[in-house]
Nanobody
Framework: QVQLVESGGGLVRPGGSLRLSCAAS????????MGWGRQAPGKQREVVAT???????DYADSVKGRFTISRDSAKNTVYLEMNSLKPEDTAVYYC?????????WGQGTQVTVSS
């Protein structure tokens, strides 16, 4: 049983910043990586940022240089700091955890970038 709870979404103006949090249950084992994906209403879900168990990070081209993923292992929490936000960043953002054989997603938090 894996539980991921996202928070921190909301409405922000273009050029603004937002910080998302994802609190994971403390009974997760064999974690390969954690990350964030997003899905706009008419589009497929895309992974925008990941951080491996060793701390290596990766970003989608669309967010590279603007978003930063980090983790707090003591709190079993991952974060996504989003800067220089654009209207096209508007989506539901989902936290995920990668196990050896599967990926588990949280319920998501809405991020809306609009003036």
């Amino acid at each position: 049983q894996v539980q991921l709870v996202e928070s921190g979404g909301g409405l922000v103006r273009p050029g603004g910043s937002l910080r998302l949090s994802c609190a994971a249950s403390d009974n997760i084992f064999s974690i390969k990586a954690m990350g964030w994906g997003r899905q706009a209403p008419g589009k497929q879900r895309e992974v925008v940022a990941t951080i491996s168990s060793g701390g290596s990070t990766d970003y989608a081209d669309s967010v590279k240089g603007r978003f930063t993923i980090s983790r707090d292992s003591a709190k079993n929490t991952v974060y996504l700091e989003m800067n220089s936000l654009k209207p096209e960043d508007t989506a539901v953002y989902y936290c995920h955890v990668d196990m050896t054989f599967s990926r588990y997603w949280g319920q998501g938090t809405q991020v809306t970038v609009s003036s």
